[in-house]
């Protein structure tokens, strides 16, 4: 089983940062795409940036040029900086990722997700 665990949230102040961490482990031959989605109060999940194997990456408009996903497969590791942190941005960000389990056998799951609370 291909587990995933974040870390990194918290509250901070409008036009502050964090950093978000997810640590994926479990019998893992490859991952393939990682991502963050989150859900803001009162709204449905939605991505905010995904990132590829090959290192493509893609945005949800409203944080292009303020977040900056990245990876680190030799870690199986995914990031999230978030900057100018916006109260829009409150919500619980949650972690995915697929690809193939040792056995070969496709995979996909999610963290338990991880709170950020901006204030203005």
């Known amino acids: 089983q291909v587990q995933l665990v974040e870390s990194g949230g918290g509250w901070v102040q409008a036009g502050g940062s964090l950093n978000l961490s997810c640590a994926a482990s479990?019998?893992?031959?490859?991952?393939?795409?990682m991502r963050w989605d989150r859900q803001a109060p009162g709204k449905q999940r939605a991505l905010v940036a995904g990132i590829a194997s090959g290192g493509n990456v893609n945005y949800a408009d409203s944080v292009k040029g303020r977040f900056t996903i990245s990876r680190d497969n030799a870690k199986n590791m995914v990031y999230l900086q978030m900057n100018s942190l916006k109260e829009d941005d409150t919500g619980v960000y949650s972690c995915y990722a697929d690809g193939l389990t040792m056995r070969r056998t496709q995979f996909n799951s999610w963290g338990q997700g991880t709170q950020v609370t901006v204030s203005s």
């Open positions: 479990g019998s893992i031959f490859r991952i393939n795409t």
